[in-house]
Each structure stands twice: as structure tokens, then as C-alpha cells.
């Protein structure tokens, strides 16, 4: 059964319903709940995505923020060519509050700018809505870029087999890691709409084509 949110317009008061551009969809959700891959599915259905991951790798790679990330978290966060190793990295500050909240000082202002201009770019293209495809959309403020909200919606043991299965983490390490963000619960609150991604991929599209129906006639 769709989730009543998923058929209700959004609450979000920002957006003009007579704009031109596509409407931007920030993707929420918790760890292993599957956005990468709704993101894929309204990529199949002619949106365009902006992946926070690829705009991450590229500033990881710009020489300037490689030195402010040395400088600050030492030679141990690079691999031996000399590229930032983001598994090292997250090592590094996910056990430790006072590196996280450095290395958010660093990279947030940056990332943000660049997550700007790269939605400015995909508005302006003729597809159906932009999807922000990033981590810690509501920690960060992102959600203030979007339009909609949509939250990703899988059980805690679809969750755990998923992280387990593509990232190698166990219960602990998922656990861990989700203490460190917004809770499930307000994540699902802030929400326009919800995906109940528990079940099928043809499950999963046929509300994401409700959600595009229902968006592009606010």
C-alpha cells in the first residue's frame, strides 16, 4: 500500500506553481534505504540527478582542498598516489566529533556552492524534475534547495541486509553511523512524500510516477 504522503501534494511554500523550471526532489532516508537507486528509476523516467557523491569526488580531487584536508587530518587520509582516501577519511571522523565538525568547515561551503550551480544547470534543461541525490540532506541545510522532499522508506532489517551486502557494514556500524544523523522519525516528518521501498523495484517505480504526476501539477 502507498503511504498516504505519496498522493498528497507537498507542504513546502517556497516554490512558485506557475515557475518554469522543474521543480527540484531532495532524496532522504536512512542508511542502505535505497535513494541511489530511486534516484536511477526517475533518471528512467527522464529526470535529471544531481549526485552530491560525484560533486564530492571531484572537490576531493581539487589540489587546494586536498591540501586544507591534509593539513588538518594528516598524511594518513591519503592513499599512496597521493589522492584523498575517502574510506580513510571517514574513518577519521565518524569516531571522532570535533574532526567531523572540522572536516564539515572545510568541505561544506564548497560542496554547497557547487550543489547550487549544479542544480542551476540541470533546471534549465527540459526534463520533469531535478533530483538531489545527497547524505544528510536535512543535516546540512540542502533541503533548503529543494522544492519536495521525498522520503526513502525501508524496514530496519531490509536496511541492515543491504549495508551489510554492498558496503560490508555490519548491524553495529549501520547503528553507529545513523546516531550521527537526523532521526528516522523527523526525517519522515519533514517529508512532501514517501516511498515504500520495501518491496519490488516495479513497486517502488509506480510510486515514483505517482510523485512526478502529482509535482509537476502543483
Excluded at 205 to 216: K, N, T
Aim: charged share 30%; hydrophobic share 40%.
Amino acid at each position: 500500500m502507498t503511504n498516504p504522503k505519496s498522493a498528497i501534494p507537498g507542504r513546502r511554500g517556497d516554490r512558485n506553481p506557475k515557475s518554469p523550471l522543474p521543480p527540484v526532489l531532495g532524496l532522504v532516508g536512512g542508511i542502505a534505504s535505497g535513494k541511489s537507486f530511486v534516484a536511477s528509476l526517475f533518471a528512467q523516467l527522464g529526470c535529471a540527478v544531481v549526485d552530491a557523491d560525484c560533486l564530492t569526488g571531484d572537490l576531493l580531487r581539487d589540489p587546494a582542498m586536498r591540501q586544507a584536508l591534509g593539513k588538518r587530518f594528516g598524511k594518513e587520509i591519503f592513499s599512496p598516489s597521493g589522492e584523498v582516501d575517502r574510506r580513510r577519511l571517514a574513518d577519521r571522523v565518524f569516531t571522532d566529533h570535533e574532526a567531523l565538525e572540522a572536516l564539515n568547515s572545510i568541505m561544506h561551503p564548497e560542496l554547497c556552492q557547487r550543489t547550487r550551480e549544479a542544480l542551476d544547470a540541470a533546471r534549465r534543461r527540459d526534463v520533469p524534475a531535478v533530483i538531489l541525490d545527497a547524505p544528510l540532506i536535512l543535516e546540512k541545510g540542502l533541503d533548503t534547495l529543494s522544492d519536495f522532499v521525498v522520503y526513502i522508506e525501508a524496514s530496519e532489517e531490509v536496511r541492515r541486509t543491504r549495508a551489510q551486502e554492498s558496503r560490508g557494514w555490519p548491524p553495529a556500524e549501520v547503528a553507529r553511523r545513523e546516531a550521527a544523523q537526523v532521526s528516522l522519525k523527523t526525517k519522515r516528518e519533514r517529508a512532501d512524500y514517501i516511498v515504500d521501498n520495501n518491496t519490488s523495484p516495479e513497486h517502488t517505480l509506480e510510486q515514483i510516477r505517482r510523485i512526478l504526476a502529482r509535482v509537476g501539477n502543483q
